[in-house]
């Protein structure tokens, strides 16, 4: 491209990010204001729609006996023309109050939808802020909102689409001394986190609180869905009275997941709520819905129902609202309940160098071989020249490998006879690379050494243009 084509295009970057920039603090202005008007009509005891307009009188009770307004009417008729919903089941919804722990993949769905359904107040909890690698799946945030709080870009996107309606943000982390005062406002939570604590601790707050639980997981291509604690029907712990082996979630290479599959779950948690809030058909209590994207199949199974040995909402169970608070879910569960990744520390200093003093060896043209542990899929997106990929789960049986690695770099360097290169381990945020060289040295490398924090480190400290994933 001619220079002044690269102009023109510095000028176009320039002028866009400015206009970004803009939008995304006119977003927050509207937003502001809105909650303000709100407020001010909630205290004076009326309800103005949040338009331009203030016609009052359209958005009172049409006086038909069931509550909607004019501007409701209008608004819901396509669920007012379902004869087996009507406007009693609309009714109810606006009278319902609906909790969403989690503004990710699942939350984004269901709050949009509930929004839209007209429930009566939508209440959401999310302490985390809004990042690129979100996009392909939490459809509520835009890209003006990176960086910023979910619960903010969450609302904000809820309030767009239904301006009507009452949205409370709770921006903060929920854990066992915050979430009974939480959950309480509300009569129908819906479980849209990501993390074993967070699952029992939801379910064993709705036990004692006596709430519906809308419950929905999704990972890779899969997903499930169903509604504990309802009707009698089983909690989380009836199914689970013990947490999974913690081994499969604490590593450092994550599930990934496909953008739509927690849309599909998450649509359907908003469909349960609303049926639970509408009083209409049959929730999916003492059933899972269990859905297979890859062949298009969708099963639900019958599950066990409330188990009597249940210690949290069984017969002869004491499972108290204090002793809720004060239950150690991250040490019950084994495994954190912030979504942060994990950081193990298993090694003494002197088996692990940081991420630039490696650079440092390789500019000095030290001898070495690098072994990248990650399972291969990983290993394609992205990896260090010059390293060899053998998976940490095949590590054992491919110790052999490394004899030959480290005997063809020694002859290749034409190293001393008495000498030996350097062996050093990475994974993608140091924590595999760690087990490696745990086994490792039991196997007899004892010079094996990990790198600290991984490929991300690397990123971050070395090479700000190495992608992260
Ligand atoms: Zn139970």
């Not at 903060?172 to 986190?193: H, M």
Request: proline letters at 5%; hydrophobic letters at 35%.
């Amino acid at each position: 491209m001619d220079s002044n084509g690269g102009g023109e295009v510095c000028r176009i970057l320039r002028e866009l990010k400015t206009l970004k920039a803009s939008k995304s603090d006119i977003e927050r202005r509207i937003s502001d204001l809105e909650a303000q008007l709100r407020e001010l009509n909630l205290n004076n005891g009326t309800v103005v729609p949040n338009g331009s307009s203030c016609t009052l009188m359209s958005t009172v009770d049409s006086g038909f006996g069931h509550g909607l307004s004019a501007d409701m009417i209008y608004r819901y008729s396509r669920q007012l023309l379902i004869p087996s919903f009507g406007v009693q089941a609309q009714s109810n919804l606006l009278k319902s109050s609906i909790l969403v722990v989690g503004a990710g993949g699942l939350g984004s769905p269901a709050l949009l939808y509930l929004a839209a359904c007209g429930v009566g107040r939508l209440g959401i909890v999310d302490h985390d802020v809004v990042e690129l690698n979100n996009m392909h799946r939490q459809i509520i945030h835009t890209e003006a909102y990176i960086g910023q709080p979910k619960v903010k870009s969450a609302a904000a996107s809820c309030r767009s689409i239904n301006s009507t309606i009452q949205i409370v943000e709770h921006k903060e982390a929920l854990c066992a001394s915050n979430a009974l005062e939480i959950l309480s406002k509300y009569d129908i939570i819906v479980d849209a986190t990501d993390n074993a604590p967070s699952r029992y601790m939801i379910s064993d707050c709705c036990v004692v609180l006596g709430k519906p639980l809308v419950s929905g997981a999704a990972v890779g291509l899969e997903g499930q869905l169903t509604v504990y604690n309802y009707n009698g029907g089983p909690c989380y712990r009836c199914l689970f009275p013990t947490p999974p082996p913690t081994t499969a979630c604490q590593r450092c290479s994550d599930s990934g997941v496909l953008g739509v599959v927690p849309g599909v779950i998450g649509v359907l948690q908003a469909l349960e709520t609303i049926k639970i809030a509408a009083a209409v058909g049959e929730p999916l209590s003492g059933r899972m819905l269990l859905f297979d994207a890859l062949s298009a199949r969708i099963r639900i199974v019958k599950i066990r129902g409330r188990s009597l040995q249940c210690e949290v909402c069984g017969e002869n169970t004491a499972f108290t609202q204090k002793q809720f608070s004060e239950f150690d879910y991250e040490n019950f569960t084994q495994s954190p309940l912030s979504t942060s990744p994990l950081k193990l520390n298993l090694l003494p200093a002197d088996s692990r160098i940081s991420s630039k003093e490696f650079k440092e060896r390789i500019v000095n043209g030290e001898a070495n071989v690098l072994v990248d542990v990650r399972p291969p899929h990983h290993y394609k997106i992205v990896s260090l020249p010059g390293s060899v990929n053998i998976p940490l789960s095949r590590l054992e049986s491919r110790l052999p490998e490394i004899s030959s690695f480290l005997n063809e770099t020694k002859e290749r360097k034409a190293l001393n006879p008495d000498s030996v290169p350097s062996l050093y381990v990475i994974c993608r945020r140091g924590n595999d690379s760690q087990r490696a060289v745990q086994l490792l040295h039991k196997m007899g490398f004892t010079i094996a050494k990990d790198i600290i924090g991984g490929l991300e480190s690397w990123a971050q400290d070395v090479d700000q243009n190495f992608p992260t994933y």
